[in-house]
């Protein structure tokens, strides 16, 4: 039996580990699951991942949820290069103090953009500038926070080798940037990291896989993105009404 | 040096870490940080973890910060028992996926629920808006959900038949909005034996000590106006998350828009508000004329209103009774005449903690 993954590579996460997998050349079969297509909410997916979320991982009977669990799970199952997740101790639990802020300060600042921009309009819903303002303040406060505790004088995050922290990270940034927020302007330290990080994942990856969210405001502008489906609806509005 | 770790019990992974070194007879020394004294934000612990946060540890001349790091680093250099972070890839993938979880959802509702229902009020002297309150336990309610149908199912532990730092994660965040007088256990009796399990596992002893503190912050003396100052920015956040109801409703309908009377939309704005009784700017709707529509097989002119909340909507009986003022609204407004009488339905659509009830109304048939 084959690993499957359940991807939309619109989301953060999603595309961290379906990098981790292609740049491992981990063999695994591709399961898209659109979000706005209604697929999550699908009675087979269901079955899967009962919280209806991605990315899911299905090994056989096994099946796991969470980007940092299936990560850490591929690496460990597929005996990846030991810097993704080191086995040295000092230097894994390092991984682990990032992927705990990671989840606090990263993880649902940096989506916010996608959300007011594109998918909150295609359901008729407007985010208010205050909200906007906030979040912008917040994604400005972690990328400090990024720089100075978690890069400091490393080439990456904690360290001096990638490792999954860094995948995580810069596909999470990479969501506003694909919104036009050039984060990486006046952050020369923050722009030289993801510059070292996509030479070593390789500019064709990085391309495969953010093709959907990089041209998102093309596809907005065009009316190519899906209209999502009123199942999705009251998913969608609890995200939306999430927004600090 | 001995390890020293850097705790305040008011916080829950703060407690997990206590109880776990504790009952694995880690030998540290506890440095005490007070949150409600904003010693996490002094320049000496600063030094310690920049991040300004708790828990931290100090470990000779290593330094680290975040609850689940910790455990993981004290997991493997003390070499406690198997079953607290297994070896076994898929068994220890079960303590991870906990882990992750817990971060964005049970913490989040955990900490506001207290901090809304106790701490802003008795410590703070803020009163919390009752929708906000109510929000926030509806939404501890759906954790509380998860965490029984998703994680804990039919194990004696979240992550297999052992107790692991998963459950000691769960259980200390738990007995938080518990502190603050909110019934967690009480009408979920599978995660009541749950909590039975994990306090015998880990020592009720132990289990109260560690306890103790949080279990008296509803006696705490009110900061003073130094210290709110302090930690207003920190905690504001907790406040703000989640408003209520944002009712979404769509009127769709095969009626030309020439057909469809001039500021519906506004109108129809209004009577939702009233009918639901939310705050007019919380309603969104939108109105689509011109579909191509055909009920029950036949493409006479007809329309559909399908009205989404999340959150607290109503009982069966209450969502009828909106049902029928809203069909009253529209038969009003657009000169329609019943077809059939208007039923609810109640679905709970997916998506992690959404709760959104769906008052569809059948179509209508106009009286022309």
């Known amino acids: 039996m084959v690993l499957e993954l359940y991807l939309d590579l619109l989301s953060q996460p999603c595309r961290a580990v379906y990098i981790f997998a292609m740049k491992n050349r981990i063999p695994f079969e591709l399961r898209t699951v659109e979000l706005l297509k209604g697929h999550l909410l699908s009675r087979e997916f269901s079955q899967i991942n009962i919280l209806q979320k991605v990315p899911t991982l299905k090994d056989g009977d096994f099946i796991l949820t969470e980007s940092a669990a299936i990560l850490i799970y591929l690496s460990l199952q597929y005996q990846t290069a030991d810097h993704w997740y080191p086995s040295e101790l000092r230097a894994r639990v390092r991984v682990h103090e990032y992927l705990g802020w990671h989840a606090d300060c990263i993880r649902g600042t940096f989506g916010v953009p996608l959300w007011t921009q594109v998918l909150a309009p295609l359901i008729g819903i407007h985010v208010t500038e205050e909200k906007v303002e906030r979040n912008k303040a917040a994604m400005a406060r972690a990328l400090q926070q990024l720089e100075d505790k978690f890069l400091g004088y490393w080439d990456f995050l904690n360290s001096q080798q990638v490792t999954l922290a860094d995948i995580m990270a810069l596909e999470e940034l990479m969501q506003p940037v694909a919104l036009g927020w050039d984060l990486f302007e006046g952050r020369p330290k923050l722009a030289a990291w993801r510059e070292r990080v996509e030479a070593f994942l390789g500019t064709d990856l990085c391309q495969e896989t953010r093709g959907r969210i990089l041209n998102i405001l093309e596809q907005a502008a065009n009316k190519t993105v899906p209209q999502p489906v009123p199942e999705v609806y009251p998913y969608m509005l609890f995200r939306i009404s999430r927004i600090p | ?368």
């Open chain 2, 1 to 368: 040096m001995p390890l020293e770790l850097f705790l305040d019990l008011y916080s829950p992974p703060c407690r997990a870490i206590y109880i776990f070194a504790r009952k694995n007879g880690i030998p540290f020394e506890f440095r005490p940080v007070e949150l409600g004294r904003a010693e996490h934000l002094k320049p000496e612990f600063l030094k310690v973890n920049p991040l300004g946060k708790v828990p931290a540890l100090r470990d000779g001349d290593f330094l680290l910060a975040e609850s689940v790091a910790i455990l993981l680093y004290l997991s493997r250099k003390y070499e406690v028992p198997d079953h607290w972070y297994p070896q076994d890839l898929q068994a220890r993938a079960r303590v991870d996926e906990y882990l992750a979880w817990q971060h964005t959802a049970l913490r989040s509702s955990c900490t506001r629920a207290m901090w809304q229902k106790m701490m802003f009020p008795v410590f703070l002297g803020e009163q919390v808006p009752p929708e906000t309150l109510a929000s926030t336990l509806t939404e501890l309610d759906r954790c509380l959900e998860l965490l029984e149908d998703k994680f804990l199912k039919d194990k004696d532990f979240l992550a297999g038949p052992h107790i692991s730092v998963a459950d000691l994660m769960a259980i200390t965040e738990l007995m938080h909005p518990v502190s603050a007088g909110c019934q967690v256990f009480n009408s979920r009796p599978k995660l009541a034996a749950w909590r039975q399990r994990v306090e015998a596992a880990v020592g009720k002893e132990l289990f109260q000590e560690a306890h103790a503190v949080v279990m008296k912050a509803k006696d705490l003396p009110p900061a003073d106006s130094a210290i709110k100052e302090k930690l207003k920015p920190s905690v504001q956040v907790l406040l703000h998350s989640f408003p209520p109801d944002m009712p979404f409703v769509e009127l769709d309908t095969n009626l030309p828009a020439g057909r469809v009377p001039a500021g519906l939309e506004k109108r129809l704005c209004a009577a939702t508000a009233t009918i639901l009784s939310k705050p007019e700017d919380r309603v969104n709707v939108t109105v689509r004329p011109g579909l191509a529509m055909a009920v029950n097989g036949s493409t006479d002119p007809c329309a559909q209103l399908i009205i989404s909340s999340i959150g607290v909507v109503g009982t069966a009986e209450e969502n009828r009774g909106h049902s029928a003022r809203f069909f009253e609204f529209l038969t009003k407004e657009m000169g329609l005449g019943q077809d059939r009488p208007p039923r609810s339905q109640g679905r709970l659509p997916g998506g992690s903690g959404s709760g959104g009830k769906n008052i569809g109304l059948d179509a209508w048939r106009p009286g022309f």
